[in-house]
């Protein structure tokens, strides 16, 4: 008998990877359980109080649909979302669409569900640990909070530590504590599973000769963070272990496992350059007598704006940049000083003494990861980071299973986000796609609802939401319901759990049932979770029939005042009657929801939008593809291989054949997006075909993949020799087998032209890399050949540090220059030399080269500016698109419903931008899947008899959502367009432009409610 196939999901790992894939499979409304072994859900980003390159934070971008919480509340409250904590694989059996997953459920001994976070559990605890968050530099109890935000908001108990004295038990008022507890084995069935374990950072005791763990002011990279925040015992500023001085002279060293095959870290982590210029920057603004220096061996700024941020913090901020390894660092005895021993570039030992030492440590995979692989099956690289292939950079070696994040390479977290939405995007087209929402089918709203709630009798329901007794615990309940059973308005005034928020909205909606509710006010804690889950599960909230008002009563009122308050309770009977009289005065909002259409357009025919559009219409939608050229993937084909190996050509012909055969894509050649308008779900886009006639075409959203190209080389000499090339030019030469690189004596390469220049003031990304892939080819070719390479930092990040170190035991010889002391090229007689600085040897070096070969970086396809305009698109100065959020929105533009995917938005390589392409496909058919949305609650409205006509409501609007009526000359608003954000009620004259919900009289009476 064939078992039924399911499309719950698994995800392993509740990092930015796994909650990322996990948000968006549960907005196309897969069932998703969410495994960790910690006890609270977010991995390392708690650590974080700032990220690169923006030093904020922005994570709340990783929603599906913004505006949202943070990516760990909105986990929390996502009902599709499970939350599997202290809970580690056991087996696997089944296969894919049908996996059967036991696992174990490790003893919490506190149920979350009764603790009420008093913390007199940790007060009386007497056994005391180093707290992992920060890399131990703080102490903890065996009871503890994993941290302030931790996702579940319980205590927990560290049986490693727990001496189960029973002291918490004595305190315990609810009873939460069973020291009893004991693990047990549960099981669960998934049709796919995403692997987001991330990663563990690398033990810096394994290089001795730095002292970590010996000398006190030695700290970890993690330990240095942790003192940056402004939640830690230091307040936010670095200090000194041994005498808790504040440090004046702070060294960092790089790469401290990375780069290293002596301990078995031959790859870098890819993050760690970043991360110090960020924490040297920070330091620097908390203390800006501060004396920083970074040694180094390359810098490796390749992303998106990093290359900037480098700058900034040599430039802006003074960071010493030192390139040296450094050999040990000692400890004075007399001040517990750090005194380090380094080369520099010539060679000579240098000694300098600093306050404090930070090593910036590489990352490692998750410790077991061997047993946790082997019971999955799932093959391991040599690093024991997760085996993919190239072009398919999500899929691991069994089908079903999936990886997303930092368990499948080092990276930072946009590259995590991309990645783990492409995990998302393979997961639901590996399970058959989605099945979009009906909006016919969907009971829609009567056309006379709103005169029936604003006509009829009142019958509010008022419900004070408790959450583990903490609101009885801080405010007299019994005294607030007394207040407003009364009001004659108010037909029932409950207390109610919602600990549970499944059980919580039950109660609501029973009541909304039974007493025939048309006005809800929920007061307490989880109120916004509870409007929002209520949309779904009651008709009469859904249909407009009941509408729900909220009043902050917890986190507003009863957190921040004392228990007994007398002022915390006036307050919140003050917030109450308020809302109150929001629910009696506010005129009808509109509730009429709008139909999404499915279609999505794709402008770009290379890699990425081919990969969008395979994707997208793997799940199930229409797509319509647009290619200013005559060919599809014309620009890719000039890419012959890749650095480990794969076809690039192969894989173009695939894809190409695919996309041209799939009913679900229309391909349209020859064709220029030429204007477009209208909101997310309802774009109204013209296109002009190659025969002179245009098209509209009506999508949802949009994919923008316009791809970019080599950069012509402006210098060196280009284009007065024959044999000066680009790097991309050569590639095609070692293709072809031509003669004139096969028998080249002295070949020279350049890097960084047209890349981290005036022009070009940003890391192209690949260059580097595709020197050392074309220079162990051609060395392959011709063993005799000599190569040398010039470059200013060498970025062979991640695992391609291997191809580095392979180049330089082939013989390939790597010489360093400065920006300001650039490589001269002169053409003499026929004859090419190139001259520069060689550091190491401490003289000038003229090379005669048979082949000039110019690592050129990528610029962005030149019709990006015009794109931008046409449709109201961002860019930055060097011409390629903005995401929202550089960290956690990369391929969301401002606008809804816009995505980035290629080269368009950055330079990178092709498993990246595989991954893009997959990734922007997931948010768009996220956006999509209910197939309706409803318009905002507080959408703006115009009473006419006030309007004047004057426009100013037109002008103001920021969404292009005011017109004046051709006949009445008056306003009116374009419901598709609206976001509600009230910007026309202020630049309205007569008070003509209101808000459904903040009109002048609601607000001034509730303002007289507040006010008292």
Not at 256 to 262: I, K, L, Y
Not at 772 to 788: A, E, G
């Amino acid at each position: 008998m064939t078992e039924i196939k399911t499309k719950n999901v698994l995800v392993i790992g509740a990092g930015i990877a796994g909650m990322q894939s996990a948000l968006l499979l549960a907005e196309k409304n897969h069932r998703v359980s969410v495994l960790d072994n910690a006890p609270a859900i977010g991995g390392f980003f708690p650590l974080l109080d700032r990220t690169f390159p923006t030093n904020s934070c922005g994570v709340c971008f990783l929603s599906p649909k913004p505006p949202a919480y943070c990516p760990i509340y909105e986990s929390d409250y996502n009902e599709n979302i499970e939350l599997l904590t202290s809970c580690e694989i056991k087996s696997l059996k089944g296969s894919a669409g049908n996996f059967k997953v036991s696992y174990i459920q490790k003893p919490k001994y506190i149920a979350s569900d009764k603790c009420t976070l008093c913390g007199k559990c940790a007060e009386v605890c007497p056994a005391e640990t180093q707290s992992e968050l920060g890399g131990g530099i703080e102490k903890r109890k065996a009871v503890y909070m994993p941290f302030p935000q931790a996702i579940p908001r319980s205590y927990t108990i560290d049986d490693s530590v727990c001496t189960k004295c029973g002291e918490c038990l004595k305190v315990c008022g609810p009873g939460a504590i069973y020291l009893g507890d004991i693990e047990k084995e549960k099981k669960l069935r998934a049709g796919a599973i995403v692997l987001g374990f991330g990663f563990e950072p690398f033990q810096a005791e394994r290089r001795g000769e730095y002292g970590i763990g010996r000398y006190k002011n030695v700290v970890s990279s993690v330990q240095y963070e942790r003192m940056l925040s402004y939640s830690a015992a230091t307040g936010g500023l670095p200090k000194r272990f041994s005498d808790g001085k504040i440090p004046k002279k702070v060294a960092m060293i790089q790469c401290v496992g990375s780069r290293d095959v002596s301990c078995g870290q031959g790859y870098c982590s890819s993050i760690c350059c970043m991360y110090a210029a960020k924490q040297a920057m920070i330091s620097k603004d908390r203390n800006n007598d501060l004396d920083i220096a970074i040694f180094y061996m390359d810098v490796r700024t390749m992303g998106k704006d990093y290359e900037r941020y480098y700058e900034r913090a040599k430039n802006e901020y003074g960071i010493r940049y030192v390139r040296s390894s450094v050999s040990c660092v000692r400890e004075m005895q007399r001040n517990k000083d750090l005194k380090i021993t380094y080369a520099d570039e010539s060679g000579n030992l240098k000694e300098e003494n600093f306050d404090m030492v930070v090593l910036s440590t590489g990352f490692t995979p998750p410790r077991g990861i061997k047993e946790t692989a082997k019971k999955l099956s799932v093959e391991l690289n040599e690093y024991n980071f997760c085996g993919t292939e190239e072009f398919s950079p999500t899929r691991t070696n069994v089908p079903g299973i999936f990886v997303a994040g930092a368990f499948s390479k080092p990276m930072d977290i946009p590259e995590t986000v991309v990645e783990a939405s492409g995990a998302a995007a393979d997961v639901s087209e590996f399970l058959g796609g989605v099945e979009h929402g009906n909006p016919e089918g969907i009971k829609p709203v009567s056309d006379n609802t709103d005169d029936a709630v604003n006509d009829e009798a009142l019958r509010i329901g008022v419900f004070i939401c408790d959450k583990k007794n903490t609101l009885s615990e801080k405010l007299d309940i019994d005294d607030i319901t007394r207040d407003f059973t009364d009001d004659l308005d108010v037909t029932a005034v409950h207390r109610i759990d919602v600990t549970s928020l499944d059980e919580g909205v039950a109660r609501i909606v029973n009541e909304i049932s039974e007493k025939k509710l048309n006005r809800v006010l929920a007061a307490g804690y989880r109120c916004v979770a509870l409007k929002r889950v209520l949309k779904d599960r009651s008709e009469a909230v859904s249909s407009g029939a009941c509408r729900i008002y909220v009043a902050g009563i917890g986190e507003q009122c009863a957190d921040v005042h004392d228990t007994g308050s007398k002022a915390a309770l006036s307050k919140a009977k003050s917030m109450i009657r308020a809302g109150l009289c929001r629910a009696k005065q506010a005129a009808p909002g509109k509730d009429d929801r709008r139909k999404l259409d499915s279609r999505v357009l794709v402008v770009g025919g290379g890699v990425a939008g081919l990969t969008s559009c395979m994707s997208l219409a793997g799940q199930g939608m229409d797509v319509t593809l647009v290619e200013k050229d005559g060919n599809l993937g014309s620009r890719d084909i000039s890419y012959r291989y890749t650095a480990k190996g794969s076809d690039v050509q192969a894989l173009v012909r695939k894809m190409v054949t695919e996309v041209e055969s799939n009913p679900s894509i229309e391909v349209l050649r020859n064709t220029r997006l030429t204007a477009m308008e209208g909101n997310w779900g309802r774009f109204r886009s013209k296109v002009s075909l190659g025969n002179g006639d245009s098209k509209e075409i009506e999508h949802g959203a949009v994919i923008f993949a316009t791809g970019g190209s080599e950069a012509v080389p402006d210098d060196y000499q280009y284009g007065k020799h024959e044999n000066i090339i680009t790097q991309n030019l050569f590639e095609q030469m070692i293709f072809e087998e031509d003669k004139k690189a096969l028998i080249a004596g002295t070949i020279v390469m350049i890097q960084c032209v047209g890349s981290r220049d005036e022009k070009h003031p940003y890391c192209s990304r690949v260059c580097c890399l595709n020197a050392v892939k074309n220079s162990l080819i051609i060395k392959k070719m011709n063993p005799d050949v000599d190569v040398f390479v010039l470059y200013r930092d060498i970025r062979t990040y991640g695992f391609f540090e291997k191809l580095y170190f392979d180049a330089r035991n082939k013989g390939v010889i790597f010489i360093n220059y400065e920006q300001d002391e650039k490589p001269w090229v002169s053409v003499e007689n026929g004859v090419i030399k190139v001259s520069c600085e060689d550091k190491v040897a401490a003289e000038r070096v003229t090379l005669k080269a048979d082949l000039l070969v110019l690592s050129s970086g990528i610029v962005p396809d030149e019709d990006n500016v015009r794109l931008a305009e046409v449709a109201k698109l961002d860019i930055n100065d060097d011409g390629f698109f903005n995401g929202v959020n550089a960290k956690s929105a990369p391929l969301d533009s401002i606008d809804r419903g816009k995505y980035f995917a290629g080269l368009c938005h950055s330079p990178n390589l092709i498993e990246d931008v595989i991954s893009q392409g997959k990734a922007a496909a997931a948010r768009a058919s996220a956006l999509l899947y209910a197939g309706y949305e409803e318009y905002p609650e507080h959408q703006a409205y115009v009473n006419e008899r006030r309007c004047s006509g004057c426009g100013l409501c037109v002008t103001a609007c920021p969404y292009d959502a005011r017109v004046l009526d051709d006949v009445s000359v008056k306003a009116a608003v374009l419901p598709d367009l609206c976001h509600g954000c009230g910007t026309c009620v202020i630049s309205c004259p007569n008070g003509a432009s209101q808000q459904y919900g903040f009109e002048r009289s609601t607000m001034f009476e509730v303002l007289n409610e507040v006010m008292g």
